[in-house]
């Protein structure tokens, strides 16, 4: 059974960062592609980042470019968000995913197999 669990989230000012993680279980995790997506109150879910099942590919929502980092370490399974420079529009659920296996850096949700329950972050002014 294909678990996906994030941690890490929370309250933070305006201006500061936050990391949060995704440990994956279940699936052959360095075959796959993951990504990060997000969901604000009365909003449908976006794309936020993504990154190749090798690590060699990375996208942004333009809206996170320059602020957030995504990365994986294969051997612990998991994913990461850096987020720095946190605004109050990044409030949101954040949810990681699993895409098709030896994926690209994948933007579409509907691309993605498998997710997570996702995480609060809240970002006070």
């Known amino acids: 059974q294909v678990q996906l669990a994030e941690s890490g989230g929370g309250l933070v000012q305006a201006g500061g960062s936050l990391r949060v993680s995704c440990a994956a279980s279940g699936l052959s995790f360095s075959t796959f592609a993951m990504g990060w997506f997000r969901q604000a109150p009365g909003k449908g879910r976006e794309f936020v980042a993504s990154?190749?099942?090798?690590?060699?590919?990375?996208s942004y929502a333009d809206s996170v470019k320059g602020r957030f980092t995504i990365s994986r370490d294969n051997a612990k399974n998991a994913i990461y968000l850096q987020m720095a420079s946190l605004m109050p529009e990044d409030t949101a659920v954040y949810f990681c995913a699993a895409g098709p296996s030896r994926a690209a850096a994948l933007t579409q949700s509907s691309q993605y197999v498998f997710w997570g329950q996702g995480i609060q972050v809240t970002v006070s002014s």
């Open positions: 990154i190749s099942w090798n690590g060699d590919r990375t």
